[in-house]
């Protein structure tokens, strides 16, 4: 039997971690088993659902390469389907309608808690159909399900091992509103139906509506899939993780520079081991996952852990896909003619000094373009007076190079040769040089960051280092 997961997202809110490592355990599940991964946009929730909501998740898993077999597939888009096995639930005996008011369920409701006793439809309306008792008028009813009155639900959950829930506990839930709109769990198990999943993967949070949903689906004559119910995400001080543990929406790492490959690699890491394997590939979690491996207790999210493996990723990506999301974090920044030749030297420059494309693209600036000021404190330590002549016969000796023989090698002679005829050693050269090309004390070797920068930009800037030098000797 072929196995087929799912990735069933309610667009009520953005997309954020907690929901994007259910949807890549489905999806390693899947492609682990050679199945199929459909993609379900649950929306039946017409108040809360926002278009916007929906496009952060196709945005989202296309950014995150979670690649879907069948679907976006739309619940509100199928409401006659739900209407369909509505009607053959009714006559067939599993539902029923029920009458009561709002204030018959309060009073209801109100008299079990004051008898200490659990809160839940008591029936009423199935009984009234069962001895043929006429429905009070003036009431549109909804539909509930004729949940079965003994025995015991068993969820064997790969996750959380065997559950048994008594039927006597679960009440029977409205699957279909007084204005004819289907509800959630209905909804669900009609989708998981139709389009034949065999195993849940999904929070633990629905774990509670698991038997309910076994009940409804055995009554339509199918047998349930699997499931499988994941811990929740903590944030590091072990409270529910919110916006500010990083619960924002998915995109947003995007925008903050880091690798899809990475944040994939972090979350299967929060709640699955794979030996002592830190990091990684797609290609590896895809060979190495399986669900039951997951364990039972919630995961703390952990921002430094993820720079980390971001950086480890970074370090290993090719280079010409590196400069090309690098390309794009300039061009937040108004950088918008970068070549690509010097996207990936830059690359190459700075993958060891930056923890994600972001702040590589903020230390990088000045290699496409001319820095506003001099850094204050860098330029009064090391553009001074005495670094004039020393800059100026670097100048001179980099005019002698070509177009052609513009190198990190040929311009570390020229570095070299100055430090030497001046007698100083050459971190008295290469700084100011440094503050000449970037305007702070900070960036790659020298050698290569001159080479970078170019010939007449290299050449300009050390010209403004050497007036700054004598306009500030006083």
Not at 60 to 69: I, R, T, Y
Not at 80 to 101: K, N, T
Not at 105 to 127: F, H
Not at 449 to 460: F, I, M
């Amino acid at each position: 039997m072929t196995t087929v997961t799912r990735f069933a997202p309610s667009p009520t809110g953005m997309l954020h971690i907690g929901g994007v490592r259910t949807a890549l355990f489905s999806w390693l599940y899947a492609r682990h088993h050679g199945g199929r991964f459909i993609l379900r946009i649950e929306d039946t929730d017409r108040e809360r659902s926002t278009d916007e909501a929906v496009q952060v998740i196709l945005d989202g898993m296309k950014w995150l390469g979670l690649d879907s077999d069948a679907g976006p597939f739309y619940q509100t888009q199928r409401y006659p389907r739900y209407r369909e096995v509505l009607g053959q639930m009714l006559a067939g005996g599993h539902a029923y309608h029920c009458y009561c008011s709002r204030d018959e369920l309060e009073a209801m409701r109100n008299q079990q808690l004051a008898a200490k006793q659990k809160p839940r439809y008591d029936g009423r309306c199935r009984a009234r159909a069962e001895h043929g008792i006429a429905p009070p008028a003036g009431i549109t009813p909804v539909v509930r399900f004729r949940n079965p009155l003994e025995g015991e639900v068993v969820v064997e959950d790969l996750v959380h091992g065997r559950t048994v829930f008594q039927n006597t506990e679960l009440d029977d839930l409205i699957i279909a509103r007084s204005d004819g709109n289907p509800t959630y769990n209905f909804c669900v198990v009609v989708d998981d139906m139709d389009m034949g999943i065999t195993h849940v993967i999904r929070g633990d949070d629905h774990l509670n509506n698991t038997p309910r949903q076994m009940n409804m689906l055995r009554a339509l004559g199918v047998a349930p899939p699997v499931y499988a119910h994941v811990p929740m995400i903590l944030g590091p001080d072990g409270a529910k993780l919110s916006k500010r543990h990083g619960a924002v929406s998915v995109l947003q790492y995007q925008e903050e520079g880091y690798l899809p490959d990475a944040l994939l690699n972090y979350l299967v890491r929060l709640g699955w081991a794979h030996g002592d394997q830190e990091v990684f590939t797609r290609e590896e979690m895809i060979a190495a996952f399986d669900i039951r491996d997951v364990g039972k207790a919630p995961s703390a999210f952990n921002p430094e852990k993820l720079l980390w493996l971001n950086q480890q990723h970074m370090m290993k990506v090719p280079v010409a896909q590196l400069a090309a999301a690098l390309r794009d974090q300039l061009l937040r920044l108004g950088v918008a003619d970068a070549n690509q030749a010097l996207l990936e030297g830059v690359v190459n420059a700075q993958r060891e000094r930056s923890k994600t494309l972001k702040e590589m693209a903020e230390l990088s600036r000045y290699f496409f373009r001319e820095y506003e000021a001099f850094d204050d404190k860098a330029a009064r330590k090391h553009l001074t007076v005495e670094v004039a002549p020393v800059l100026e016969a670097v100048g001179q000796g980099l005019q002698q190079l070509s177009a052609d023989a513009w190198t990190a090698g040929s311009v570390h002679e020229v570095i070299n040769s100055v430090a030497t005829r001046h007698g100083v050693g050459l971190g008295k050269v290469a700084q100011p040089l440094r503050v000449a090309m970037s305007g702070t004390g900070v960036s790659p070797p020298i050698d290569l960051t001159v080479a970078l920068v170019g010939r007449e930009s290299a050449l300009a800037r050390i010209k403004r280092a050497m007036e700054y030098c004598i306009a500030n000797k006083g």
